[in-house]
Nanobody, 115 residues
Framework: QVRLVESGGGLVQPGGSLRLSCAASGSISRLSVMGWYRQAPGKPRELVATITAGGSTNYADSVKGRFTISRDNAKNTVFLQMNSLKPEDTAVYYC?????????WGQGTQVTVSS
């Protein structure tokens, strides 16, 4: 069983920053891909960023230059540093892990960007 637990969400003003963390536990391959998705009200879940065990990253065009994904392989933890936040970044952010060919999801953490 794989379990993912997110933390770090909250309320922030436009232009502010937040750092999300996701701790993974269970049977996780060293080759696993981890990342973040988000879902805004009334919209489908969308990719935000992913990172491989070797450190290769990819980002949605909407967050490039503002968000940075990183991971600590020894601790099975993935992070998302979010800077220059915009109201359109408001969503529930879900941690993602693809390991042994199977995707797993966290419960989500709310990020609200508002004045």
């Amino acid at each position: 069983q794989v379990r993912l637990v997110e933390s770090g969400g909250g309320l922030v003003q436009p232009g502010g920053s937040l750092r999300l963390s996701c701790a993974a536990s269970g049977s996780i391959s060293r080759l696993s891909v981890m990342g973040w998705y988000r879902q805004a009200p009334g919209k489908p879940r969308e990719l935000v960023a992913t990172i491989t065990a070797g450190g290769s990253t990819n980002y949605a065009d909407s967050v490039k230059g503002r968000f940075t994904i990183s991971r600590d392989n020894a601790k099975n933890t993935v992070f998302l540093q979010m800077n220059s936040l915009k109201p359109e970044d408001t969503a529930v952010y879900y941690c993602y892990c693809n390991t042994w060919g199977t995707p797993y999801w966290g419960q989500g953490t709310q990020v609200t960007v508002s004045s």
